[in-house]
């Protein structure tokens, strides 16, 4: 059995960028004391469009990107927690994600290349995986005995809702604009360059 180094190198950066941005702006976030409510609820959270993106982009690779560093997080932030707790909460908060964006593309018609995909679309695959992560997630936390998600599960399901919305909306929109206009940013950034 021949090894596919390129495949390998390809998957693991696949793998590798998700996991980076995510705690890229979980750090950025940690110097905005003011949009976080709680240690693991915030009332605009960057990283949820992160999670939303990786899978939308690098798909399966992205949302194992995204697992490793939701299960890091949980076991920074409960180091009381048994892993194997924070594994699956993990596990269930992206296996959970990836069936929403892959089922959401496939309902409204995507190319597999994102082509077709447009804003009223991405607003509602926002919306849909903030739902799901936010009540799934407060359920499953709360369900594992995370001290900050253990009591008011519904008000704390519709803060995360909210919070992982903003963020979805912001990340996701911001990056899909940035893709859809490159040629656009990238004079505006060699016009920066020139005048320096």
């Given at each position: 059995?021949?090894i596919?180094?390129?495949?390998?190198?390809t998957?693991s950066?696949?793998i590798?960028?998700?996991?980076?941005?995510?705690?890229?702006?979980?750090?950025f976030?940690?110097?905005?004391?003011?949009v976080?409510s709680?240690?693991?609820t915030?009332y605009l959270?960057l990283p949820a469009?992160?999670?939303?993106?990786?899978?939308?982009i690098?798909?399966?690779n992205?949302?194992?990107?995204?697992?490793?560093a939701?299960?890091?997080?949980l076991?920074?932030t409960?180091?009381?927690q048994l892993?194997?707790?924070?594994?699956?909460i993990s596990?269930v908060?992206t296996?959970?994600?990836y069936?929403?964006?892959?089922?959401?593309?496939?309902?409204?018609?995507?190319?597999?290349?994102?082509?077709?995909?447009?804003?009223?679309q991405?607003v509602?695959l926002?919306?849909?995986?903030?739902?799901?992560?936010?009540?799934?997630?407060s359920y499953?936390?709360?369900a594992?005995g995370?001290?900050?998600?253990?009591?008011g599960?519904w008000?704390?399901?519709a803060?995360v809702v909210?919070?992982?919305?903003a963020?979805n909306a912001?990340?996701v929109?911001?990056?899909?604009?940035?893709?859809?206009?490159?040629n656009?940013?990238?004079t505006?950034?060699?016009i920066?360059?020139?005048?320096?």
């Open positions: 059995m021949k596919n180094y390129l495949e390998i190198k998957k950066i696949e590798l960028i998700p996991f980076a941005l995510y705690w890229f702006f979980i750090g976030m940690s110097l905005i004391p003011d976080q709680k240690d693991l915030y959270f469009g992160v999670k939303l993106f990786s899978v939308l690098f798909r399966i992205g949302a194992v990107g995204i697992a490793l939701v299960f890091l997080r076991m920074l409960n180091p009381s892993w194997f707790g924070c594994l699956i596990i908060l296996l959970a994600l069936v929403v964006v892959e089922g959401a593309l496939q309902l409204f018609r995507v190319e597999r290349n994102l082509s077709n995909l447009n804003y009223y991405i509602g926002a919306f849909i995986t903030s739902v799901v992560n936010g009540f799934l997630f499953v936390a709360s594992f995370i001290s900050q998600m253990s009591s599960l008000h704390k399901g803060e909210l919070g992982n919305f963020g912001a990340f929109c911001l990056a899909m604009f940035l893709f859809k206009h490159k656009f940013v990238t505006l950034i060699k920066k360059i020139d005048r320096n």
